[in-house]
């Protein structure tokens, strides 16, 4: 089993190592922050055992942008309540107080092994399950019905819809109904990874290619090959990366970072993006001739709030899937629990009522879950969120003289994103 530890401190970390390399079956891996363990760490990796307190990027963050790719284990010295909680949403598996004992942390690691040894003999992902957990509403028959006839050719889909509404649940179920179903299904979110790191993630290195680049890597496309790559959030891409990818598609070979040889790449290619395309092409931000060669069959992906008729039913299926994964004791939503679910707007669509029963499970102590243990009532309304987005971005950028980089950067956003979000809210950027 292969681990990542990630602890400023270096007296930690050490111990760490040394305890879990005690164990034949523990192969380990130390890094001092967050920032060098994006760089390096590996898709052989099974787990990342991590500090929320770091210099540069926090624990927090860090989990944020491995985006669910590896079972997580956190251990801080400044446990909180609010902490414990987003990293349960965010995916963490445990929640560990320093100081601890390393046979506690030796068992957390055992314990999420079976767990996932568990599920994967309890759950076996049948196409037709993968169909009902994307919904079945007359609003969503026609989304599905092109789906199903393009996942049968090799064409590029376009995924077109709201942030949240599940279109990497597309993408996967067209990989799965596909004739690449048998190959690895890749997904990439591209503004969760820094632009500075982004085409090195995407096409890999050689060694030399740059300070850290002590072996070569392989980079998403390749590691696709015969498969499926799923790009989403493709207008955060930079015109210079965009160009790029256009040659993959065209000439399906990549070429690494600092690397003069063609590696050929059998792969089939699904985008999304939940921004209007044609008006970041019309401002230059995005390609044209790239937007046709991904948008071969586009497909839109009407936003929960249209799709009441399947919220329960992806609500249960979220509930028996939290269940199984942590071992829980068999949980059902009380009836006011079930109207609440069905009277939210879901601004957030799919991912946000996936967050809000994943949480609910966890925390409610009864077997009935109840209104209360959703939190609906707190969650505030899309137009206050928007508002209050609003105001924290033109403070950030009010405090920076209205430095565009150096706002993207105290706001944990890329430049595009953040430009995005200005041209969004109508701010005015006082040069």
């Known amino acids: 089993m292969k681990i990542v530890i990630v602890e400023d401190d270096i007296n930690m970390r050490k111990s760490l190592e040394f305890a879990l390399k005690e164990y034949d079956e523990f192969s380990v891996k130390c890094y001092k922050n967050a920032i060098d363990a994006l760089k390096k760490i590996d898709d052989d990796t099974d787990m990342v055992i ?13 989990v944020k942008k491995l985006d669910g790719k590896y079972d997580i284990i956190v251990i801080t010295g400044n446990a909180t309540l609010n902490r414990a909680i987003e990293s349960v949403r965010l995916g963490v598996k445990d929640f560990l107080t320093k100081p601890f004992e390393i046979d506690t942390l030796v068992d957390a690691i055992k314990r999420n092994v079976k767990i996932r040894e568990k599920i994967s003999k309890k759950i076996e992902v049948k196409k037709s399950e993968n169909r009902a957990f994307l919904g079945s509403s007359k609003q969503l028959e026609a989304s599905l019905a092109l789906a199903k006839k393009a996942a049968v050719t090799d064409a590029s889909v376009l995924l077109l819809g709201e942030s949240g509404v599940g279109k990497e649940l597309f993408a996967n179920y067209i990989h799965q109904n596909s004739k690449r179903s048998s190959e690895k299904f890749v997904a990439i979110n591209m503004a969760a990874i820094p632009e500075n790191l982004l085409e090195s993630e995407l096409f890999g290195y050689v060694k030399g290619a740059f300070t850290d680049a002590l072996n070569d890597k392989k980079g998403y496309f390749e590691s696709a090959h015969k498969g499926t790559i799923f790009l989403d959030e493709i207008a955060e891409m930079s015109v210079a990366l965009q160009s790029k990818i256009l040659r993959v598609l065209q000439e399906r070979v990549v070429f690494r970072v600092g690397g003069v040889k063609p590696i050929p790449v059998d792969i089939r290619i699904i985008s999304a993006t939940n921004v209007d395309i044609h008006r970041v092409i019309d401002e230059g931000k995005f390609r044209e001739d790239l937007y046709f060669r991904l948008n071969t069959i586009p497909i839109k992906i009407p936003p929960l709030k249209q799709r009441v008729d399947e919220i329960l039913d992806i609500a249960q299926k979220t509930l028996d899937s939290v269940i199984a994964r942590y071992d829980l004791k068999i949980k059902q939503f009380s009836q006011e629990a079930k109207d609440a679910l069905l009277k939210y707007d879901w601004p957030g669509n799919i991912r946000e009522l996936i967050s809000v029963v994943e949480r609910a ?14 939190f609906l009532e707190s969650r505030s309304s899309k137009k206050s969120i928007n508002s209050m987005e609003k105001e924290l971005i033109q403070e950030v950028l009010q405090s920076v003289d209205y430095n565009i980089n150096e706002a993207s950067k105290m706001l944990g956003m890329s430049k595009s994103s953040t430009m995005n979000k200005i041209n969004k809210y109508n701010i005015e950027v006082i040069k």
């Open 50 to 62: 991590t500090d929320i307190n770091m210099p540069g990027m926090d624990g927090i963050e860090f």
């Open 361 to 374: 499970a966890i925390l409610s102590d009864d077997e009935k879950i109840t209104q209360k243990d959703l």
